[in-house]
T-cell receptor, first 118, second 109 residues
Framework: GAVVSQHPSWVICKSGTSVKIECRSL??????MFWYRQFPKQSLMLMAT?????????EQGVEKDKFLINHASLTLSTLTVTSAHPEDSSFYIC??????????????FGEGSRLTVL | GQNIDQPTEMTATEGAIVQINCTYQ??????LFWYQQHAGEAPTFLSY??LDGLEEKGRFSSFLSRSKGYSYLLLKELQMKDSASYLC??????????WGAGTKLIIKP
């Protein structure tokens, strides 16, 4: 099946620093990628939809200046958590849909990135 | 508003069968997904239903009734490794994926 690679898997950073998380579709092209945040014992919360070559669409309540998303190519989207604070500590997951499968195709998830802000 | 309901937690015995229900109220419907998520890991795809009826895939089956806004995931011959959260998600008319909160399944020996 299709593979989505997410890096890094774990990151610990100091408060006030910025952290970049990469999401790559390894064997397919993804015009759209999705970024989720998941707190312990809770379901996935969609943060934003990343569109190749255009601005990301953010969900209500998600600060676009804090969570910068770049989708510069059909196989790579990045999420940068700027000026991270302890409350940003969470499990961040990306997913992608094969552009060839349209809008209803299966989502393929990255392995997730666990961010801990000290 | 859009809403997906599934039980918070279920417990079953190894070797048994368990059914996890999901009801949804969304603006339009373009398919329903079931995903499995082990603690600390990303979700993995289990099934996709867009037409009414039962889809069987090994030990797992998924059922859909669009008129009732209802789906279930049936797990047979339960194994300890099936202990996980099971997420129901619906694609609405705008092709947005609406997620349920997930059902934590606990398997006991």
């Amino acid at each position: 099946g299709a593979v989505v690679s997410q890096h890094p898997s774990w990151v610990i950073c100091k408060s006030g620093t910025s952290v970049k998380i990469e999401c790559r579709s390894l064997d397919f092209q993804a015009t759209t990628m999705f970024w989720y945040r998941q707190f312990p014992k809770q379901s996935l919360m969609l943060m934003a939809t990343s569109n190749e070559g255009s601005k990301a669409t953010y969900e209500q309540g998600v600060e676009k200046d804090k969570f910068l998303i770049n989708h510069a190519s059909l196989t790579l989207s990045t999420l940068t958590v700027t000026s991270a604070h302890p409350e940003d500590s969470s499990f961040y997951i990306c997913s992608a849909r094969d552009a060839a499968s349209g809008d209803t195709g299966e989502l393929f998830f990255g392995e997730g990135s666990r961010l801990t802000v000290l | 508003g859009q809403n997906i309901d599934q039980p918070t937690e279920m417990t079953a015995t190894e070797g048994a069968i368990v059914q996890i229900n999901c009801t949804y109220q969304t603006s339009g419907f373009n398919g329903l997904f079931w995903y499995q998520q082990h603690a600390g890991e990303a979700p993995t795809f289990l099934s996709y239903n867009v037409l009414d009826g039962l889809e069987e895939k090994g030990r797992f089956s998924s059922f859909l009734s669009r008129s009732k806004g209802y789906s279930y995931l049936l797990l047979k011959e339960l194994q300890m490794k099936d202990s996980a959260s099971y997420l129901c998600a619906v694609t609405d008319s705008n092709y947005q994926l609406i997620w349920g909160a997930g059902t934590k399944l606990i398997i006991k020996p």
